[in-house]
Nanobody
């Protein structure tokens, strides 16, 4: 079965950095897009970043452009989110997800088929 498992969350001071990892299994990696989503209490789920594995073209929501970088290790089927210059508003549970669609500003708003359980990122103010 498809499995996704996030790791790397934690508490980091504003301005600091953190790298999230997601281990994927159970699907043909090259046929999917993968992404990172986040949800804070009282807020709707937000698509942070996604990337189409086949072409490697990423998408970032405006609030993280220039600060976050999505990357993949296609051999090991790992997805990473490098988060720099963290801000309190980045505090959320972060989820990795996968779907057999092309990553775009439009499709990142759709619910992906497969999800991890999430990892907490806390940036105190």
């Amino acid at each position: 079965e498809v499995q996704l498992m996030e790791s790397g969350g934690g508490l980091v001071q504003a301005g600091g950095s953190l790298r999230l990892s997601c281990a994927a299994s159970g699907f043909t990696f090259a046929d999917y897009s993968v992404g990172w989503f986040r949800q804070a209490p009282g807020k709707k789920r937000e698509g942070v970043s996604c990337i189409t594995i086949s072409d490697g073209v990423p998408y970032y929501t405006d609030s993280v452009k220039g600060r976050f970088t999505i990357s993949t290790d296609n051999t090991r089927k790992k997805i990473y989110l490098q988060m720099n210059s963290l801000k309190p508003e980045d505090t959320a549970v972060y989820y990795c997800a996968a779907d057999p669609i092309h990553c775009s500003a439009v499709t990142i708003t759709w619910r992906y088929d497969y999800w991890g359980l999430g990892t907490q990122v806390t940036v105190p103010s």
